[in-house]
């Protein structure tokens, strides 16, 4: 199956693309997409591999669903596109960096393409979900293509930083090789979590000091 995805990602994933549980899971985002409102919009699908080839990968950050509000999501977990108002969660992660690293500048806006293009790959357990119908697209084959690019980092990549907020992305972090890999593990950064140990985590500094400590440079977030 031809799935438009950046080259080096288009070949470490191959075998999935061609598995029957991926072609029932195209065969139905395609059907939501042409009798539904369904974000992102389709060619941002795979945005987050797209802007984050699998040779400059350093940091995972993984989220589940994308936004479900019309204009939001874009293909990166957690971020909206310029001139978007900027949502709770991601406000909180600013709130966590502002006070993890001062120096670091306030965000101009929420667009966290500049942090996938030093290698922060920012991915959703579900790439698709249907206009404010929040996990609608869960359990029908992205959480099994997901899992499956995890496992191949974890597999084929050594000293990526995994970062896991809540517990529906540390539970998908269970397949992740901690031997080999720094995995960071906090509350969700949405405000009915934040305060329960989100807040005061630093997982900017610790991502930066692992990876300066295994010779790669540090996140300019």
């Known amino acids: 199956m031809s799935v438009k995805i950046e080259e080096s990602w288009r ?28 974000y992102p919009p389709g060619p941002q699908i795979f945005h987050a591999f797209d802007a984050c080839p699998f040779s400059k990968l350093k940091v995972v950050i993984l989220g589940q669903d994308p936004y479900h ?6 293909g990166l977990s957690f971020s909206v596109a310029e001139g978007v108002r900027t949502p709770p969660s991601l406000q909180n992660i600013f709130k966590e960096l502002q006070a993890d690293l001062p120096a670091t500048p306030p965000a101009a ?22 206009a404010k119908e929040p996990a609608s697209h869960q359990k029908k084959g992205w959480e099994q293509f997901t899992d499956a690019v995890i496992q191949h980092i974890s597999d084929e990549k050594e000293h990526v930083v995994f970062i896991l907020w809540g517990a529906s992305a540390q539970k998908k972090g269970e397949i992740i090789d901690a031997h080999k890999h720094l995995v960071l593990k906090a509350a969700h950064p949405s405000p009915y979590a934040a305060d329960r140990g989100f807040f005061g985590s630093r997982p900017f500094s610790q991502t930066n000091d692992y990876l300066q400590q295994h010779g790669e440079q540090p996140i300019h977030w």
């Open 11 to 38: 070949r470490a994933l191959a075998p999935e693309f061609e598995k029957p549980y991926f072609q029932h899971l195209i065969a139905f985002v395609k059907g939501e997409y042409a009798t539904a409102a369904v």
């Open 69 to 74: 509000g019309p204009g939001q999501a874009h």
């Open 109 to 130: 806006n929420g667009n966290l393409d500049r942090w996938a293009e030093q290698g922060v790959l920012l991915l959703n357990a579900t790439l698709t979900v249907r």
